[in-house]
Structures are given as structure tokens and as C-alpha cells.
């Protein structure tokens, strides 16, 4: 088992930043298996950012220039810091931890860019 807490997200006007936080606990916690994810209104969940098994990142085009994602300074901790954002990014955003047997989702957390 994984459980995930996140916290950050809010409401910033277009141009502006945000930070989010997801720490994971349980056995099989593991940061190389992390990542964010979000869903807008009346769209499929997408991928974010996330690292990779191998430890490296990786981004949705969408976003590649303006979000880092990052570790935190606790343990399994990732952080998500976006700058420059858009009315586009508005959706709510999910940690996730993803391993071969299974797929773990923190609660959500909602980012609003205002034009």
C-alpha cells in the first residue's frame, strides 16, 4: 500500500506560479514511481510530469519550459513547481505513484488561472 498527500494548488492569475507537494508513505513508497497528472472539466486525465524507473523526468509538451517537477526534502516527496501558467492549466491535479502491480492516486487538488 502507498498513500499519498498532497498539498498546494490554488488560484493565481495568468503569468503567475504555483507549488504543489505530494509526499508518499508505505513500504513500496518509491519517488522514481511518482508523478502528477490533472483533469479539466470535461476532459481525459493527462499526464503532467512525472521521473521515470530510471530516475530521470518527463513532460507533457503542454507544459516542457514552465513546470519542473522535482524531490522534496522529506523522503519520497515530489515537488511540482509551475510558473507561467495559463487559463489552460486549470484542472485538478493528482499525485500519482505508478509500479507494475498497481496504481496509487492522492485526493486532488485544484489549480485555477484566471485571464
Known amino acids: 500500500q502507498v498513500q499519498l498527500v498532497e498539498s498546494g494548488g490554488g488560484s493565481v492569475q495568468t503569468g503567475g506560479s504555483l507549488r504543489l507537494s505530494c509526499a508518499a508513505s508505505?513500504?513500496?513508497?518509491?519517488?522514481?514511481?511518482m508523478g502528477w497528472d490533472r483533469q479539466a472539466p470535461g476532459k481525459q486525465r493527462e499526464l503532467v510530469a512525472r521521473?521515470?524507473?530510471?530516475?530521470?523526468?518527463t513532460y507533457s509538451d503542454s507544459v516542457k519550459g514552465r513546470f519542473t517537477i522535482s524531490r522534496g526534502n522529506a523522503k519520497n516527496t515530489v515537488v511540482l513547481q509551475m510558473n507561467n501558467l495559463k487559463p489552460e492549466d486549470t484542472a485538478v491535479y493528482y499525485c500519482?505513484?505508478?509500479?507494475?502491480?498497481?496504481?496509487?492516486w492522492g485526493q486532488g487538488t485544484q489549480v485555477t488561472v484566471s485571464s
Open positions: 500519482n505513484h505508478r509500479s507494475l502491480m498497481s496504481v496509487y
Open positions: 521521473f521515470t524507473s530510471g530516475g530521470t523526468t
Open positions: 508505505g513500504s513500496s513508497a518509491s519517488i522514481n514511481a
